[in-house]
Protein backbone atom coordinates (compact mmCIF):
# COMPACT_ATOMS: atom_id res chain seq x y z
CA UNK A 1 0.00 0.00 0.00
CA UNK A 2 1.17 3.52 -0.74
CA UNK A 3 3.05 5.18 2.05
CA UNK A 4 4.54 8.51 3.28
CA UNK A 5 6.18 9.01 5.82
CA UNK A 6 7.13 12.89 7.00
CA UNK A 7 10.15 12.85 9.09
CA UNK A 8 12.38 16.56 10.36
CA UNK A 9 10.01 18.33 12.13
CA UNK A 10 11.15 19.81 15.44
CA UNK A 11 11.54 23.02 18.07
CA UNK A 12 13.23 25.89 16.83
CA UNK A 13 13.24 29.58 17.90
CA UNK A 14 12.37 31.92 14.95
CA UNK A 15 14.53 32.89 12.82
CA UNK A 16 15.56 29.30 12.19
CA UNK A 17 15.08 26.28 9.79
CA UNK A 18 14.23 22.80 9.48
CA UNK A 19 13.53 20.64 6.37
CA UNK A 20 11.04 18.54 6.49
CA UNK A 21 10.83 14.90 4.29
CA UNK A 22 8.54 13.35 2.75
CA UNK A 23 9.58 9.38 1.75
CA UNK A 24 6.91 7.79 -0.57
CA UNK A 25 6.61 4.23 -1.07
CA UNK A 26 4.64 2.58 -3.63
CA UNK A 27 3.71 5.87 -5.43
CA UNK A 28 6.48 7.87 -7.86
CA UNK A 29 6.99 11.34 -6.13
CA UNK A 30 7.89 12.18 -9.90
CA UNK A 31 5.15 13.29 -12.24
CA UNK A 32 2.75 13.60 -9.50
CA UNK A 33 1.42 17.08 -7.28
CA UNK A 34 3.32 16.55 -4.04
CA UNK A 35 1.60 18.93 -1.76
CA UNK A 36 2.62 20.38 2.12
CA UNK A 37 -0.25 21.06 4.34
CA UNK A 38 -0.83 22.37 8.09
CA UNK A 39 -3.04 21.51 10.62
CA UNK A 40 -3.72 23.07 13.98
CA UNK A 41 -6.00 21.06 16.47
CA UNK A 42 -9.25 21.46 15.31
CA UNK A 43 -8.86 23.21 12.05
CA UNK A 44 -8.65 22.21 8.67
CA UNK A 45 -5.55 21.40 6.51
CA UNK A 46 -3.84 24.81 5.11
CA UNK A 47 -1.60 24.75 1.60
CA UNK A 48 1.61 25.50 2.07
CA UNK A 49 3.70 24.20 -0.99
CA UNK A 50 3.13 21.82 -3.86
CA UNK A 51 5.55 20.75 -6.15
CA UNK A 52 5.29 18.61 -9.81
CA UNK A 53 8.27 16.98 -10.96
CA UNK A 54 10.32 19.13 -8.45
CA UNK A 55 10.97 22.25 -10.06
CA UNK A 56 8.68 21.93 -13.20
CA UNK A 57 5.74 23.49 -11.07
CA UNK A 58 5.95 24.99 -7.80
CA UNK A 59 3.63 26.84 -5.83
CA UNK A 60 3.70 28.35 -2.18
CA UNK A 61 1.02 30.21 -0.13
CA UNK A 62 1.30 33.91 0.48
CA UNK A 63 2.63 33.39 3.76
CA UNK A 64 5.75 31.44 2.92
CA UNK A 65 7.16 32.84 -0.17
CA UNK A 66 10.53 33.47 0.17
CA UNK A 67 10.80 31.19 3.18
CA UNK A 68 9.89 28.07 1.76
CA UNK A 69 11.22 25.75 -0.73
CA UNK A 70 9.71 22.80 -2.07
CA UNK A 71 12.23 20.27 -3.35
CA UNK A 72 12.88 16.84 -4.44
CA UNK A 73 15.20 13.57 -5.13
CA UNK A 74 13.81 11.10 -7.75
CA UNK A 75 16.26 8.82 -6.73
CA UNK A 76 15.34 8.30 -2.77
CA UNK A 77 11.73 9.30 -4.26
CA UNK A 78 11.54 11.56 -1.13
CA UNK A 79 10.09 15.77 -1.21
CA UNK A 80 11.91 18.08 0.65
CA UNK A 81 10.06 21.15 2.39
CA UNK A 82 13.08 23.42 2.83
CA UNK A 83 11.64 26.17 5.88
CA UNK A 84 14.17 29.18 6.47
CA UNK A 85 13.30 32.22 8.65
CA UNK A 86 10.42 30.29 10.58
CA UNK A 87 8.31 32.38 12.39
CA UNK A 88 6.05 31.19 15.53
CA UNK A 89 3.01 31.46 13.41
CA UNK A 90 4.30 28.42 11.43
CA UNK A 91 3.72 26.22 14.24
CA UNK A 92 1.76 23.15 13.04
CA UNK A 93 1.69 19.55 12.23
CA UNK A 94 3.40 19.41 8.61
CA UNK A 95 1.81 16.82 6.11
CA UNK A 96 2.52 15.42 2.74
CA UNK A 97 0.16 14.63 0.23
CA UNK A 98 -0.62 13.18 -3.36
CA UNK A 99 -2.31 14.03 -5.66
CA UNK A 100 -2.14 12.28 -9.09
CA UNK A 101 -1.21 14.24 -12.32
CA UNK A 102 -0.57 17.81 -12.33
CA UNK A 103 -0.99 20.34 -9.58
CA UNK A 104 -3.59 22.48 -10.58
CA UNK A 105 -2.29 26.28 -10.63
CA UNK A 106 -6.02 27.48 -8.92
CA UNK A 107 -6.77 24.38 -6.58
CA UNK A 108 -3.71 22.53 -5.13
CA UNK A 109 -4.59 24.26 -2.22
CA UNK A 110 -7.95 21.94 -1.89
CA UNK A 111 -6.78 18.79 0.27
CA UNK A 112 -9.80 17.05 -1.56
CA UNK A 113 -7.63 17.00 -3.77
CA UNK A 114 -5.42 14.72 -2.17
CA UNK A 115 -5.68 10.57 -1.63
CA UNK A 116 -2.35 9.98 -0.06
CA UNK A 117 -1.42 11.58 3.27
CA UNK A 118 1.56 10.66 5.88
CA UNK A 119 0.80 11.14 9.39
CA UNK A 120 2.25 14.18 10.49
CA UNK A 121 4.98 16.09 11.73
CA UNK A 122 5.36 18.31 14.34
CA UNK A 123 6.98 21.98 14.07
CA UNK A 124 7.55 24.35 16.81
CA UNK A 125 8.80 27.44 16.78
CA UNK A 126 9.14 29.81 19.29
CA UNK A 127 9.77 33.77 20.07
Known amino acids: QVQLVESGGGSVQAGESLRLSCAAS????????IGWFRQRDGMGHEGVAA????????YYVDSVKGRFTISQDSTRNTVYLQMNNLKTEDTDTYYC????????????????????WGQGTQVNVSS
Open 26 to 33: RVSIVNNC
Open 51 to 58: GYSGDVAT
Open 97 to 116: AVSRGLCDPTRWTDDRRYMY
